[in-house]
């Protein structure tokens, strides 16, 4: 007779049963610890944080009928062979042309700049050439390389742009303060008239690179989101830059959101931008759908987004300039910014969530959590 598994006494089993039973409560309770209790990093409890996850989701318009349901699936081969196998290859190679051509020019920019430029000393006006005329061709020459760089990656992205209203451009005090989606953001204002100075928090590989090499010219500000101690002295330097009148010809754009949202909402505007008591020109940037989910999701990079964007067929987006606002008598810095959330939100039809944006990183640990303990059941 082939061997018999030994019987297990019917006690045994059930004592089995309802321990195995245990360990899944444990489990469950392990990954929903603190649901009624605020993390020491958040002022949001478990169950909130889940509630604002609608901020974060990336999707896209899907046909909703029948019939272009049918049309998709006919047309979805030559769509691919298409985007993938001539626009991508195209737009890559304008990128790459794009690219190319600022990082050459940037040394001639930096020529313009340096006090070391032998025009011939012994004659006075060449020190004035030198130390007046040459620092402005420098300003110049880095604005247009920017803002033609720009212009060349939207072409290479694939992105169609539609500017509502006019572009302020101010000789005081002020910033510019937009709700952010994605790093194309700061590019589509950026390739429209004149380019801005960003604050922006401190990336490595691609973006980085950009940030040490193309907006710093601009006098751009980077910070690292865990270092409180910089981002105190971010806050006085910010105020100095406001108040030069060197800077107002590209002057500050600020996404006072803090992190990227799925263009469907608008979170909490951290009050910094508000603390400096500036004139403030909101910008409303709505992105269509119907072609490609616009959200950044940053986990996956600089270089993942911009190859999504050059293989769709095209990306378009309004961008809505409202006019400047002033701080109001007796205005708090967080009501201002109230104000102006308001204003942008309404532009461009977003739906307003009080979320602050400082703890998407608890919420994408959390859903962390619950995704591993789904598979794990």
């Excluded at 009928?65 to 081969?77: D, E, G, L, W, Y």
């Excluded at 690219?99 to 050459?104: G, K, L, N």
């Excluded at 004139?279 to 911009?306: E, L, Q």
């Excluded at 701080?327 to 910014?337: D, I, K, L, Q, S």
Aim: with cysteine; aromatic share 12%.
């Amino acid at each position: 007779m082939p061997p018999q598994e030994p019987a297990m006494p019917s006690s045994t089993l059930l004592a089995s049963q309802n321990s195995s039973s245990e360990s899944l409560d444990l489990m469950r309770n392990d990954y929903i610890q603190g649901t009624a209790k605020k993390s020491s990093h958040t002022e949001y409890t478990r169950e909130q944080l889940l509630s604002f996850a609608k901020c974060f989701t990336s999707d896209a318009v899907k046909a909703s009928s029948r019939f272009f349901k049918a049309i998709n699936f006919i047309t979805a081969v030559p769509s691919i062979l298409i985007r993938y196998g001539i626009l991508f290859p195209l737009r890559f190679f304008t990128l790459s042309a794009s690219t190319i051509a600022f990082f050459m020019a940037l040394p001639i920019g930096v020529t313009l700049k340096s006090s070391d430029i032998v025009v011939g000393y012994a004659l006075k006006i060449a020190s004035v050439l030198r130390l007046l005329i040459l620092p402005c061709l420098f300003c110049v020459f880095q604005s247009l390389c920017v803002k033609y760089y720009c212009k060349g990656i939207l072409f290479s992205l694939g992105v169609k742009v539609n500017y509502i209203g006019e572009k302020p451009q101010l000789n005081e005090p002020h910033v510019f303060v937009a709700n952010h989606t994605s790093y194309l953001d700061y590019i589509l204002l950026g390739a429209h008239k004149f380019p801005h100075a960003v604050v922006m928090a401190r990336h490595t590989g691609a973006l980085g690179f950009l940030q040490n090499n193309g907006l710093n010219y601009l006098h751009s500000m980077c910070f690292d989101r865990a270092n409180i101690t910089e981002r105190k002295d971010l806050s006085e330097s910010l105020k100095k830059h406001v108040k030069s009148p060197d800077t107002w010809k590209n002057p500050m754009i600020i996404f006072p959101e803090g992190t990227c949202v799925n263009n469907k909402y608008a979170i909490r505007f951290q009050k910094g931008a508000f603390e400096l008591g500036v004139k403030v020109c909101p910008v409303g940037i709505k992105y269509g759908r119907s072609f490609g989910d616009p959200y950044w999701d940053t986990r996956k990079g600089f270089m993942h987004y911009a190859y999504y964007r050059m293989t769709r067929w095209i990306t378009t987006v309004d961008v809505v300039y409202c006019e400047p606002e002033v701080p109001r008598r007796g205005e708090t810095a967080v009501e201002y910014g109230e104000r102006i959330k308001d204003r942008i939100a309404t532009s461009i039809g977003l739906e307003k969530v009080d979320f602050n944006g400082m703890a998407k990183r608890d919420l994408l640990r959390v859903l962390n959590e619950e995704t591993a303990y789904k598979k794990n059941i």
